[in-house]
C-alpha cells in the first residue's frame, strides 16, 4: 500500500526558516507534491494543484508532471523521504501504465485524464512535453539500476517514431530540427524547436537514443538571438525557464559543445540579467528588487503566461518564486534570499507544496495553484545545488552519455565561471560511443 510522504511537512514555520533549511523545506514539499498528487491506479500526476486547500477537483496529468514525477521519486528515496521500496513500486507502477497513454508513434498528447490517460482539452501530440517524460524516466532508470525498471523504460523508449516527429512525417525529409508536435485533426504544429529553447534535453536523448537523429542535428537549431544588459550577455532572455529546464537535469557545468557554446554560462548569464532588470523595474511594478525577482512562465492573472526579461519582453508585474529558487544551482546566495524574501514579504505566496505558481504584487493577487513542471525544475535545481546527484544519475545514463557525445561535449577547464567566456571557436566533434543496447 502506498502511503503519504511524511508528516514531516510541519518542519515549522517557513518564515523561521533561513538559507538551506527553507531550501530543505521546498525541496521536500515538491517531492510531497508528486508523491501525494499521482493517481494511485496509474502513478499519473496532476498537471496542477491547489496550494491551500487539501482538496482537489483537479483529474488532468500532464506526462511532463509524470516525467518530473518519476525523477521527484529518486530524490525522495535518496533523501529518506519517502520509503525505497515504495518509491521503487510507485516507479514500477507508472512506467506500467505509460503505454496505456494516448498517443502515436511513440509520442504522446500533452494533457491526459489522470486515471484513463485519454487526451483531454484537444491537446496535441507534444514532442517536448514527451521528452520531459522520457528525461525522467531516464534518470528513474539510471538510479534504481533494476533490470525490470530498465526493460519497462526500453520499451517505452523503443517505440518513439524520432524521424516521423523530426520530418513531419518525411514531408520534410532533409528537417534536422523538431516540430512542436501533432494534432490528428490539423496535422503537425508548423512551429519548430529551431531556436534556442529549453528542448535541448530533447535533442540530446533523441540523438543518443536513436542512430536516425544525426549529430549535425544538434548545430542545426539558432544560438540566438544574443543580448547583452549592462555588460552581461547571453542567449535568448526571455523567460527564465528556458534556461532552468534543461540544465536542472543536463550537467553543462565545465562543458562546451563542439560549436563552441557554454551553455552554462550563457543560462547564468540570463540568471543575473532577469534579476538586473527587475532591480531596474522600467514598468514601475509593486515589490521588484534585488531579492523579489523571477520573470518566468506561470499563471498571471486572468490565465497562464511566461513573463520574461530582458531581450524578449513580457513584463506585466506577475514574479514566479519558484524561478528565482531555481535559480540556485546557477547562484545559491541570490536564490536563498530570493526564497527568504518571497516567505518574509510575501507569506501568502507559500502553501502546503511550496511557493504558489504566480504573484503580482502590484494587483495583490496570486494563483491558489501550484504546477507540477515549475515545482519539478525547481527541485532537480535545488538537488543539484546540493550535491549534484540528479545530474549524476543522469550522466551515468548511456542515452545521456551517447546524445552529449554526439553534441560534441567536451571537459574544459577554463577557471571560475565568471572567467569562462559564453562562445569560443568551434572545435572538431570527438569519436562516438556505441549506441546502447
Excluded at 504522446?108 to 525522467?136: C, P
Excluded at 530533447?202 to 544574443?226: C, T
Aim: proline share 6%; hydrophobic share 40%; charged share 20%.
Amino acid at each position: 500500500m502506498l502511503t503519504h510522504i511524511i508528516a514531516t511537512l510541519a518542519l515549522s514555520d517557513p518564515g523561521k526558516l533561513r538559507g538551506q533549511d527553507l531550501l530543505d523545506d521546498l525541496s521536500k514539499r515538491a517531492v510531497n507534491y508528486f508523491w501525494v498528487e499521482a493517481h494511485p491506479k496509474t502513478g499519473f500526476t496532476l498537471d496542477r494543484a491547489p496550494n491551500y486547500k487539501d482538496k482537489t477537483e483537479f483529474d488532468v496529468s500532464s506526462i511532463a508532471a509524470i516525467g518530473y514525477g518519476l525523477a521527484a521519486y529518486t530524490i525522495g528515496a535518496e533523501r529518506g523521504w519517502i520509503d525505497k521500496a515504495e518509491a521503487k513500486a510507485r516507479t514500477i507502477l507508472t512506467l506500467k501504465n505509460i503505454p496505456n497513454i494516448e498517443g502515436h508513434k511513440g509520442w504522446f498528447y500533452h494533457f491526459v485524464n489522470w486515471e484513463t490517460g485519454k487526451r483531454v482539452w484537444n491537446s496535441e501530440l507534444s514532442s517536448i512535453d514527451s521528452a520531459l517524460m522520457f528525461t525522467g524516466m531516464i534518470m528513474a532508470d539510471s538510479y534504481w539500476n533494476d533490470p525490470e525498471i530498465t526493460k519497462l523504460t526500453n520499451a517505452i523508449l523503443d517505440k518513439v517514431d524520432w524521424t516521423w516527429m523530426l520530418t513531419d512525417g518525411g514531408a520534410l525529409g532533409n528537417s534536422l530540427t523538431f516540430t512542436m508536435g501533432w494534432k490528428p485533426e490539423d496535422g503537425f504544429i508548423p512551429a519548430r524547436w529551431n531556436g534556442f529553447y529549453e528542448h535541448l534535453y530533447l535533442s540530446i536523448i533523441a540523438m543518443g537514443h536513436s542512430d536516425a537523429v544525426p549529430s549535425n542535428s544538434w548545430a542545426a537549431f539558432q544560438r540566438g538571438p544574443k543580448y547583452t544588459y549592462k555588460g552581461i550577455e547571453f542567449i535568448h532572455g526571455a523567460a527564465l525557464f528556458i534556461h532552468q529546464m534543461p540544465q536542472a537535469y543536463l550537467d553543462f557545468r565545465n562543458r562546451r559543445d563542439y560549436l563552441g557554446y557554454d551553455y552554462w554560462v550563457s543560462g547564468r548569464n540570463a540568471t543575473l540579467a532577469n534579476r538586473a532588470y527587475c532591480i531596474d523595474n522600467p514598468e514601475k511594478f509593486k515589490g521588484y528588487g534585488p531579492d523579489i525577482w523571477g520573470l518566468s512562465a506561470c499563471d498571471i492573472p486572468g490565465g497562464y503566461g511566461a513573463p520574461g526579461a530582458p531581450g524578449a519582453i513580457f513584463d506585466n508585474g506577475t514574479l514566479a518564486p519558484a524561478a528565482a529558487v531555481a535559480a540556485v544551482m546557477y547562484e545559491p546566495e541570490l536564490a536563498k534570499r530570493a526564497a527568504e524574501a518571497f516567505v518574509r514579504e510575501y507569506p501568502h505566496s507559500y502553501g502546503r507544496y511550496g511557493f504558489t505558481t504566480g504573484i503580482n504584487p502590484s494587483k495583490n493577487w496570486h494563483s491558489p495553484d501550484v504546477i507540477g513542471i515549475d515545482i519539478g525544475q525547481m527541485l532537480l535545481a535545488i538537488e543539484n545545488a546540493r550535491d549534484g546527484k540528479p545530474w549524476s544519475w543522469m550522466d551515468r545514463h548511456p542515452i545521456v552519455r551517447r546524445g552529449m557525445a554526439k553534441a560534441g561535449f567536451r571537459n574544459t577547464d577554463e577557471g571560475k565561471i565568471t572567467e569562462r567566456r559564453l562562445y569560443v571557436p568551434p572545435v572538431e566533434i570527438p569519436p562516438l560511443p556505441a549506441r546502447p543496447e
